[in-house]
């Protein structure tokens, strides 16, 4: 309940165990970021799905992420959030599974909200902001793409999908 009454008042459901937001640098060298008041802007190149990941960091017993997603260059086809699983908390490891969030097209804002659920033998996740561009164009502005991200109590997602729609950050 309580968790419901802090996503009402501050429209971010509550975070989890106050664990420390995680810190994040870019996939590419030639996307822009900016980190602004615990969120961040950025810019993406054309190509792949390009963007910002975080540290690795280890599973939760349970847990959500919630991503506040909003992207305002028409450039952008889509932007997402992901969850990188990987077997070893240390090192350079190869994820071993991914969970992707669905999608914001340009003009949209919306909170996304990726459950934890790690594959067997995972044991720490990355999340990732990723972008792709639409055909054609080659980079995105600076700007395009603003990001919030926090680790939630899980139960807190069953009441996000409704509260994006009436929330007036959301669509």
Not at 9 to 17: H, L, M, N, T, Y
Not at 50 to 75: M, Y
Not at 120 to 149: F, K, N, Q, T, W
């Amino acid at each position: 309940m309580l968790a419901l009454l802090l996503l009402a008042v501050s429209g971010v459901p509550a975070a989890a165990d106050d664990d420390p937001p995680p810190h994040f640098r870019r996939t590419t060298p030639r996307a822009s970021l900016e980190e602004d008041a615990g969120g961040f802007t950025l810019g993406v190149p054309s190509g792949r799905a390009w963007g910002i990941q975080s540290e690795l960091r280890a599973l939760p017993p349970e847990g959500a992420i919630a991503v506040r997603l909003s992207v305002s260059d028409d450039d952008v086809r889509e932007a997402f959030a992901r969850i990188a699983y990987y077997a070893s908390a240390t090192g350079r490891p190869r994820q071993i599974a991914v969970a992707d969030s669905e999608a914001v097209a340009a003009g949209e804002g919306r909170v996304l909200f990726v459950p934890l659920d790690p594959p067997p033998g995972a044991v720490a996740y990355r999340v990732r902001v990723l972008a792709r561009l639409r055909p054609g164009a080659e980079r995105s502005r600076d700007d395009a793409i603003h990001a919030r991200v926090t680790l939630i109590d899980r139960a807190a997602t069953r009441f996000g999908s409704l509260f994006s729609r009436l929330h007036p950050d959301g669509p």
